[in-house]
């Protein structure tokens, strides 16, 4: 019988799976999308080390997996911060990347765009400014809403260089 709450890596991994189906007509796409998944991102300052593993870094698309988002999408979103002051921290102000955060229990989906109101980005000081909201359980027979919201961030046209 299958383990009806799967952790978040077995989450993020039939993601990959749904992602290749969906998207796996696209030449390196899911290889890509694979790369990022369990991704280490970690900043050295003075006298501290940020760190962190974003469940998936993919181009300027940081995805949190949770296993309930209903009862940890504050978790989702503390975590989404951090990763994005890490990242932002590394990058001067006027040039930092246009992160776009999901947060995602496989049927809700939360999308953000992170925002910071000074040069030095702290997870406090880093606000997630909702953009679109999805749950897939109130979905009857529009899976093409699914395959448009995930084409919309997935494949977007000003992806980050991977690496």
Known sequence: MENPSP????????????YQELFGD???FIEDYS?????S???????????????????NVIIE????????????????RRYVAILWSEEPPESRT?????????VRF????????TALPSPENITLQDLKKSD??????APEEMYFYLDRYLRRQDMRRQG
């Open 26 to 28: 696209e030449p390196g």
């Open 41 to 59: 991102i970690q900043v050295r300052k003075k006298d501290f080390l940020f760190r962190g593993r974003a469940d998936n870094l993919f181009g």
């Open 110 to 117: 939360l999308a953000y765009t992170p925002k910071v109101a």
């Open 65 to 80: 997996f949770k296993k309930d988002l209903n009862k940890q999408q504050g978790e989702a979103e503390a975590e989404l």
């Open 7 to 18: 952790s978040e890596s077995a989450r993020s991994h039939r993601f990959a799976m749904l």
């Open 98 to 106: 246009p992160y776009i955060c999901l947060a995602t229990d496989g």
């Open 35 to 39: 790369s990022g998944i369990e991704k």
């Open 136 to 141: 897939w359980s109130k979905l009857k027979a």
